[in-house]
């Protein structure tokens, strides 16, 4: 069983920057496609960024390509999500999330198995 626990999120001014962290125990995430997604109150969940599993390919939603960047570290079996620029209509709970099937970094949440539990971003105006 993959556990993914994300860490990074706070409170901050629009035009600042975050970085979060999602770490991942139980087995290696080294072969998955990891991905990011996000969820606003009153919002559906909606994908972020995703990489592939050698940190050869990414993928972004068009709302944070520029602004945001996704990485991997397999030997410390954590990815990262750099955000920079942030704007207020970035407040949502973000997700780590893994695909273990596919190779492709993909923008579909139903094709991603396992789910960290969120971390809280605040972008205030």
């Known amino acids: 069983q993959l556990q993914l626990v994300e860490s990074g999120g706070g409170l901050v001014q629009a035009g600042g920057s975050l970085r979060l962290s999602c770490a991942a125990s139980g087995r290696t995430m080294r072969s998955y496609v990891m991905g990011w997604f996000r969820q606003a109150p009153g919002k559906e969940r909606e994908f972020v960024a995703a990489?592939?599993?050698?940190?050869?390919?990414?993928y972004y939603a068009d709302s944070v390509k520029g602004r945001f960047t996704i990485s991997r570290e397999n030997a410390k079996n954590t990815v990262y999500l750099q955000m920079n620029s942030l704007k207020p209509e970035d407040t949502a709970v973000y997700y780590c999330?893994?695909?273990?099937?596919?190779?492709?970094?993909?923008?579909?949440?139903?094709?991603?198995?396992?789910w960290g539990q969120g971390t809280q971003v605040t972008v205030s105006s």
């Open positions: 990489i592939s599993w050698n940190g050869g390919s990414t």
């Open positions: 999330a893994a695909d273990t099937a596919g190779g492709v970094p993909n923008p579909r949440a139903r094709e991603y198995d396992y």
